[in-house]
Structure formats: structure tokens, C-alpha cells
């Protein structure tokens, strides 16, 4: 559809942002900035977002264009006013120049991330993977809440990704007060009794109980608190999957342990004795044993994508992801195992240091 050329032409291009000079990525970040300035007073008709194909774009928010640039990356972000009509007539809007009726009780902000620099088909088969726990919970009839964010490649090292909405990282809280977590939860949803908070509370637990085995079974690392994300609603959601199943940061070291379970996640939901701690548990525990009988699925779709040479794959990927599952143990061991899991991981010491490297090195508050 050449109404899209002018969204994809500005991902791809912006490639070449990370092999010039600083002064050469600042001139071009203006130009970027004009260019979506000039963007934004006039869409063509039918344009959409890769990552929102049901809606079309009705103009671009130029002042939230802003550069994320990290390490040898180049993500950027802008926010989107788009309308949903449905894909059949985003087709029609962008084949024919179709006119559509603005509906403006139907439009909305949506902000996208173009990445340059990153092979988004990992985070593809991430969340490829845990839509299929999702449906799988879902089947067996367990409260666990994973939020599967669309991931769209545009080309080899560039693609758009949708932003969680309503939501904002740890990082961007850490940023703007010194409270933790619950201090959070407190100034957000009141006193800890109260039925706000103790709703925030269990969309906290059942969205930490669903994470917490997406990222056991996928090994998923690097989970600084840039790459976790509070809604409004109070569940916790990960993004960001650049590392997973054989590869980590610091050359592949291993360091941070199979889940994060931080001291102010825990004391969200009381202390390792409390009821919400417990539950958490039981609801980790359930979601681990009904992925089991699966088991095959998840191997057979992590095979496909062995050829890609994902730097996730080091020849022992579909092995270890198996014997996670533990197919030659008992439900009862399978739950034990877990059970053991969760208690190594909690108050984990290693994920502190890994907390404080990326506070020293990248100014992440934790």
C-alpha cells in the first residue's frame, strides 16, 4: 500500500543513525524531528500503524517525537492520533483513497516505538510464546494476566512496536520520587485496605504469577527497571526481550536468576507468610503444571526459528527449554521443583548487583 511508504522509509532509514558520527546522529535527529513536525499537519489517507492494523492514523502528535537512544541502538518514539474502523476498511482507505467518516468519541493517542539496531524477531517469538500460555491459561481457567504487546519487523534490524498504554516503566517512577513500590501503590490507590488498593493488589499478583513463568520457561533476561512496566490497573508487565532462552548480558554471563522477585514486589503482597504471597505461589505453581502437557507445542514452535540464527540459540535451546518442563517427573515433583524456584529467586541477591550495574552504568534507578 504506498500510503504506508513513508512511515516504513523512515524506519529503514534511520539504519544509517548508528554508524555516523555524534555530530552527524544530532543533525539527523532534527531533520527527523522536522520531518515529523511536517508529518503531522497533514496524513495521507489510509495510513496505519504496522502494530494497529484496525485503526488508521488521523495525525501525528509532532511534540512526542523523542529520540530513546541506548548503547549502539536508536529506538524513537512518537504518539499517533489514530480512529479504529476495522481492517477492511483500512484496506479500502489505503488501495482506493476511500474517505471515512471521523468519529471522534473513537479516536485515541497511541504511541509506537520505531527500533533501529535490534533484531525484533526475538521479541516476535517471545511474545508469539507467551500468547500461547495465555490461551493455555486461559483454557484451564487461570486468573493469570500477560499483556502480549504487537511486534511488527519491518526489515533486518528495524521494526515498530506498539507501547503499553497507560502504563509507565519502573524506571520512570524511580525517576520521579525515591518511594518504592508500595509507598507507590499507597499514593496511587490509598491506604493498604482500602478495596482500590486491594484490587491494584491482586492485578499485581496475578500479573506477577503469569511473568514470573513466562520468564522461567523462556529464561528471558536483562530485567532492569527500563524493562518493567506498572498499568493503571496495578499489574506489573515485561517488555523488552532481547535476551532470552541461551543468550544474557555481560557476554552470555548467566548472571541475574530465573525469575525477578524483588524485597518491593514482595511486600506488595505482604511478606513471604502473607495470604497475596502465598496465593502467588499457588497461582505460578497452576500456571507451570498446565504448560506441561504442552510441552511439545513450545518446542515445535521455538524449532521453526532455529534457522534464523537468533543469538538466542547456542545448540542447546530446545534441550534446556524440555528438561524446564521436567517430562519424566510427577505433577507433584513438577510442582515441588517450582515451588523451589520461586524461593531461590526471591530476595535473590544477585538481582540486586544487577540492579546496582545498571544504576552505576546506565543511571536506572532502582
Not at 131 to 137: P, S, Y
Not at 153 to 181: F, K, Q
Not at 245 to 259: A, K, Q, V
Request: a negative charge; hydrophobic letters at 40%; one cysteine or more.
Amino acid at each position: 500500500m504506498k500510503t504506508l511508504i513513508p512511515l516504513i522509509t523512515i524506519v529503514n532509514s534511520i539504519e544509517l543513525f548508528l554508524h555516523t558520527s555524534l555530530i552527524y546522529q544530532f543533525y539527523f535527529l532534527l531533520a527527523c524531528l522536522k520531518a515529523l513536525r511536517e508529518l503531522g499537519s497533514e496524513v495521507p489517507t489510509g495510513v496505519y500503524l504496522p502494530s494497529n492494523p484496525e485503526a488508521i492514523v488521523i495525525s501525528l502528535l509532532p511534540e512526542s517525537g523523542a529520540p530513546m537512544q541506548r548503547a549502539a541502538k536508536a529506538p524513537y518514539r512518537a504518539t499517533f492520533r489514530v480512529q479504529t474502523v476495522g481492517i477492511e476498511q483500512v484496506e479500502r482507505c489505503a488501495d482506493a483513497g476511500y474517505e471515512f467518516m471521523h468519529d471522534f468519541s473513537n479516536q485515541y493517542p497511541q504511541m509506537a516505538i520505531f527500533k533501529v539496531g535490534d533484531d525484533v524477531r526475538q521479541d516476535i517469538l517471545a511474545l508469539q510464546l507467551m500468547r500461547l500460555f495465555h490461551n493455555i491459561f486461559e483454557q484451564e481457567g487461570l486468573e493469570l494476566y500477560l499483556y502480549t504487546y504487537r511486534v511488527i519487523a519491518t526489515s533486518p534490524g528495524c521494526g515498530v512496536i506498539e507501547c503499553v498504554p497507560n502504563s509507565r516503566s519502573r524506571e520512570d517512577i524511580g525517576r520521579n520520587t525515591e518511594a518504592g513500590l508500595f509507598d507507590y501503590f499507597r499514593h496511587v490507590y490509598g491506604k493498604d485496605d482500602s478495596i482500590k488498593f486491594q484490587k491494584a493488589r491482586r492485578n499485581f499478583v496475578i500479573s506477577m504469577a503469569a511473568y514470573s513463568v513466562a520468564l522461567f520457561m523462556l529464561q528471558i533476561k536483562d530485567r532492569h527497571n527500563g524493562n518493567i512496566m506498572l498499568d493503571d490497573e496495578g499489574h506489573i508487565i515485561h517488555i523488552d526481550f532481547g535476551f532470552m532462552f541461551e543468550s544474557s548480558p555481560g557476554g552470555n554471563m548467566r548472571f541475574e536468576p530465573d525469575i525477578k522477585l524483588t524485597a518491593e514486589m514482595i511486600l506488595i503482597m505482604g511478606d513471604l507468610t502473607a495470604p497475596a504471597f502465598l496465593w502467588f505461589k499457588e497461582l505460578c505453581i497452576k500456571g507451570y503444571l498446565a504448560l506441561r502437557p504442552y510441552r511439545q507445542h513450545f518446542i515445535t514452535l521455538v524449532a521453526l526459528m532455529l534457522d534464523t540464527e537468533l543469538p538466542c540459540f547456542r545448540g542447546h535451546t530446545l534441550e534446556q527449554l524440555n528438561a524446564r518442563l521436567k517430562p519424566d517427573s510427577s505433577e507433584t515433583e513438577a510442582a515441588r521443583y517450582m515451588h523451589e524456584v520461586i524461593n531461590r529467586c526471591a530476595h535473590s541477591l544477585r538481582t540486586r548487583i544487577y540492579d546496582y550495574i545498571q544504576f552505576q552504568q546506565n543511571k536506572i534507578p532502582y
